[in-house]
């Protein structure tokens, strides 16, 4: 037991611990981090937009109803008295006095709740928008790591806590909570210190009772929660890739799959259920014994000599006031132990990850407010020095689940010893644990092809995938990058636009250090149009200007746009898109095809107007002829002079024209050259353009 209360209280220290250390990724025990009370208060007063006076009134209207409740029970002990002593016109000053009090707090309660509305209301929104600019100040790797199913829970219920906590009406119900219990302790304690003394002391004893069984509940609650988990993990995966299942026929498999997860976290239900039913019992039967002990300490200490109406009050009163005591010792243990109630955990751990995403520092700093009045952009000089690289070890969401899967299993196993070694816990024990343990046996079974492959990815280190690469390019020149699936084409990309740092080596734009350098003009410089563009769900227009700050675009500019990318050929025609530019691309711009796609990208990267524009293999989903009038608009801007063009492509036919060719194997550079030098030196680039060169010949002779 005694291990157990420690390991709660070195709970949220170890998680901090884990959050140092990993300056880049939410740790993975980030569900179990509780923070205390004190400090969400403290995280939270940063959303607090404070307007003092409003403050101010707050707190003479709380204080005034603290009053109100410090003297209520007195006036109405008073009321009883005159009616014992026949006093009628003390019963009625008493009684006036008691309407006036609380007629003046019906007022400023009306009060308060129109000013402080509005505050309420603003703080929601402020909140909202704090933790949505974190999470988008975050860098790629974040993305990576964390799924964004899971981010957009906490951007949501996280936010909606956060501000329910900051609300006037929880604030309200705390300081109520806290001054009714005061003010009753205070009546008790008016009645006889011993009684207060002896009912504290029997409310604390209960409670600790009971919080050895909230401790098995939560712990199967825990259990679930990691079980629900998988379940989510199972289920987005499985929505994700609809079409696959459909196309291999597995909606059975997949169906009976989700099943019996659910099966399994319903054992833990019906266990948390009978436990919660044995707490209640346990709570309203313990409630009546310390009611029973003191009404005969009443008659022991205050029965035997007081009038019998006195004594009756006085029962009434200690009811009411073990009620708030009961509520009291629960609260002030859960505060020591940090252990909240159930119904607020959730928020709480929502909290706890909102806390721990604030607390994050973003491993490449992400200037996520450009200066719109800086319009710089970089000339187009690029310099890679020597650049080694490999992706950082990141924890993906896969292995992370399992992860957790595999410490539960640990805490399994420690909470068998932890059976052996206490029999005080034994008695806590629910019967039906060994059905459980059957039931996380099978789940493992069924998980083992998901293990492993944690077992892969529990390497978490990558290797290199870019090796000492150098090459320059100067302004306005055309380069490519060719090379087998894999070399690592789109790692260069990225590392361009400094999605990643470098391992080793650095990049440097018009001789400067791209680590030194504002992210904001080094985005502003680059056009980019990757592998598998994606859309948002918004109209073709939408999608176009998107990068166009403050809508400073007329309608020739997206014309030439369209004109260039081959958007126009496509979205001008009426029968097709009766629209035009106001058509729904819908979500990942699904209703499109993917050429129609990679053109829109095309033209939203051109819209920019960058200095330097790069394509990975933006015209692979377009048909021959297509692509040749997109390449040759390509050609066109190349010749322009300024604007420095590198293009990833797999078909050679559309880098011919190139100032300069970069053959890559293995992240590292195998030849470099025009075209023509390329195919004159007989190396791997002549092999690769003979390959298409003939398979091109073969498709000849057989028409
Ligand atoms: N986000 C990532 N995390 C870890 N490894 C990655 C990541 N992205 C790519 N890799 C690995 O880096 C290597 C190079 O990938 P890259 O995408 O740069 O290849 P590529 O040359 O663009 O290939 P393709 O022609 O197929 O697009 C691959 O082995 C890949 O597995
Ligand atoms: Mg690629």
Do not use: W
Not at 22 to 31: D, F, L, R, S, T
Not at 461 to 490: H, T
Request: with cysteine; aromatic share 10%; charged share 25%.
């Amino acid at each position: 037991m005694l291990s157990k209360i420690k390991s709660i209280f070195s709970l949220s220290k170890e998680n901090l611990e884990t959050n140092n250390k990993n300056n880049n990724q939410i740790p993975v025990k980030e569900e179990e981090y509780v923070p205390s009370a004190f400090e969400i208060l403290k995280f939270n007063f940063q959303f607090l937009k404070i307007d003092y006076s409003s403050i101010l009134y707050r707190y003479i209207y709380y204080i005034y109803d603290s009053y109100v409740r410090v003297i209520t029970p007195f006036i109405l002990l008073e009321v009883k008295n005159a009616i014992v002593e026949n006093d009628f016109e003390k019963m009625k000053y008493q009684i006036v006095k008691y309407m006036l009090l609380k007629f003046i707090l019906q007022i400023l309660c009306f009060l308060d709740t129109k000013i402080n509305y509005n505050q309420n209301q603003e703080t929601e929104q402020q909140v909202q928008k704090s933790i949505l600019e974190n999470i988008l100040s975050k860098d790629v790797q974040f993305f990576e790591d964390n799924k964004i199913t899971q981010l957009a829970d906490t951007l949501k219920q996280g936010s909606e806590y956060i501000a329910n906590e900051l609300s006037y009406g929880n604030i309200y119900q705390k300081f109520n909570l806290a001054i009714t219990i005061i003010s009753k302790m205070y009546f008790i304690y008016y009645l006889s210190p011993y009684l207060l003394i002896n009912f504290l002391v029997t409310c604390f004893l209960f409670q600790i009772v009971m919080f050895l069984l909230f401790l098995k509940i939560e712990k199967l609650q825990e259990k679930k929660s990691k079980k629900n988990d998988v379940l989510d993990f199972v289920v987005d995966d499985i929505l994700n890739n609809i079409t696959v299942i459909k196309t291999f026929g597995t909606e059975l498999k997949e169906s009976s799959r989700i099943q019996n997860m659910i099966l399994k976290s319903e054992e833990e239900s019906k266990q948390i259920n009978a436990l919660q039913q044995m707490s209640y019992v346990l709570r309203s039967a313990s409630f009546e014994i310390v009611n029973i002990c003191l009404i005969l300490q009443i008659f022991f200490q205050i029965g035997l000599s007081a009038p019998i109406n006195q004594v009756a009050q006085s029962i009434t009163d200690i009811f009411q006031a073990n009620y708030y005591g009961f509520q009291l010792a629960n609260q002030i243990i859960r505060i020591i132990l940090n252990k909240p109630e159930n119904y607020y955990l959730d928020g709480k751990k929502q909290a706890g990850k909102i806390m721990q995403l604030f607390k994050l520092q973003s491993g490449i700093p992400q200037d996520i407010y450009y200066d719109k009045k800086d319009e710089s952009q970089f000339t187009g000089d690029i310099v890679f020095d020597n650049v080694s690289f490999k992706y950082p070890a990141s924890k993906d969401s896969l292995a992370k689940i399992n992860q957790k899967i595999q410490q539960e299993d640990k805490s399994i196993e420690n909470n068998q010893q932890d059976q052996i070694s206490s029999k005080q816990q034994d008695e806590l024990e629910y019967s039906s644990d060994q059905d459980s343990d059957l039931s996380d046996q099978n789940l493992q079974k069924e998980d083992t092809k998901l293990l492993e492959l944690n077992k892969q990815n529990s390497a978490f280190e990558r290797e290199y995938v870019i090796n000492n690469l150098s090459f320059k390019i100067k302004q306005g020149q055309y380069v490519a990058f060719v090379g087998k699936s894999g070399c690592g084409k789109s790692t260069i990309i990225k590392l361009l636009q400094r999605y990643y740092d470098t391992t080793s080596g650095s990049i440097l734009f018009d001789n400067q250090n791209i680590r030194d350098c504002s992210i904001g003009k080094l985005r502003r410089s680059v056009g980019f149009v990757s592998q598998e563009p994606s859309l948002f769900d918004n109209d073709i227009e939408y999608n176009i200007t998107y990068g166009s700050i403050d809508s400073d675009y007329t309608d020739e500019d997206i014309q030439k746009v369209c004109d260039m990318s081959g958007v126009s050929e496509f979205v001008f025609d009426k029968n097709r898109f009766p629209k035009g530019l106001k058509t729904l691309v819908g979500s990942k711009g699904m209703k499109l095809s993917g050429g129609q796609k990679q053109r829109i990208a095309i033209a939203r990267a051109l819209m920019k107007k960058p200095k330097i524009l790069i394509l990975d293999e933006a015209t692979s989903s377009l048909d021959a002829e297509s692509e040749h009038q997109v390449q040759q608009q390509i050609d066109k801007l190349a010749q322009q002079g300024d604007l420095t063009l590198i293009v990833v492509a797999h078909r050679l036919s559309t880098i011919a024209k190139s100032d300069k060719i970069f053959v890559l194997k293995h992240g590292e550079i195998k030849e470099e050259g025009t075209h023509a030098e390329l195919l004159s030196k007989n190396g791997i680039y002549k092999k690769l353009v003979h390959y298409q060169i003939n398979f091109q010949d073969k498709l000849k002779k057989q028409i």
